[in-house]
Nanobody, 115 residues
Framework: QVQLVESGGGLVQAGGSLRLSCAASGSTFRSNAFGWYRQAPGKQRELVASISSSGSTNYVDSVKGRFTISRDNRKNTVYLQMNSLKPEDTAIYYC?????????WGQGTQVTVSS
C-alpha cells in the first residue's frame, strides 16, 4: 500500500514562490509516473503537472513556464517548484499517479496566494 504525504504549502503573496514535496512509500516509486493535482474551492481536481519514470514532463497551459515538476528516486519524492504564483493558483495540492489506477489520496497541502 503506497502512502503519499504532501508538504510545503503555505501563504504567499502574488509573484512569490513555493516548493511542494510529495513523499511516497513503497518500492515501486521509480517505475511509476507521478503528477501534481490541485483542487480549488468549488472546482474539480485537475492535473497540473506530471513526470514520467524517465523524467519527461508535461504541464497544463495555465502553469507552463511557472511550475517545474521533478523527482528524486533516491528519496522517493516528487517536487513541484512554483514560481510567479497568482491568486488563481490558490488550491489544495495533491500528488498521485497521472492516470490509471490511482493510489489513495494523501491529505494534500494548502497553497494560498494573496493579491
Amino acid at each position: 500500500q503506497v502512502q503519499l504525504v504532501e508538504s510545503g504549502g503555505g501563504l504567499v503573496q502574488a509573484g512569490g514562490s513555493l516548493r511542494l514535496s510529495c513523499a511516497a512509500s513503497g518500492s515501486t516509486f521509480r517505475s511509476n509516473a507521478f503528477g501534481w493535482y490541485r483542487q480549488a474551492p468549488g472546482k474539480q481536481r485537475e492535473l497540473v503537472a506530471s513526470i514520467s519514470s524517465s523524467g519527461s514532463t508535461n504541464y497544463v497551459d495555465s502553469v507552463k513556464g511557472r511550475f517545474t515538476i521533478s523527482r528524486d528516486n533516491r528519496k522517493n519524492t516528487v517536487y513541484l517548484q512554483m514560481n510567479s504564483l497568482k491568486p488563481e493558483d490558490t488550491a489544495i495540492y495533491y500528488c498521485n499517479k497521472p492516470g490509471g489506477l490511482l493510489y489513495a489520496w494523501g491529505q494534500g497541502t494548502q497553497v494560498t496566494v494573496s493579491s
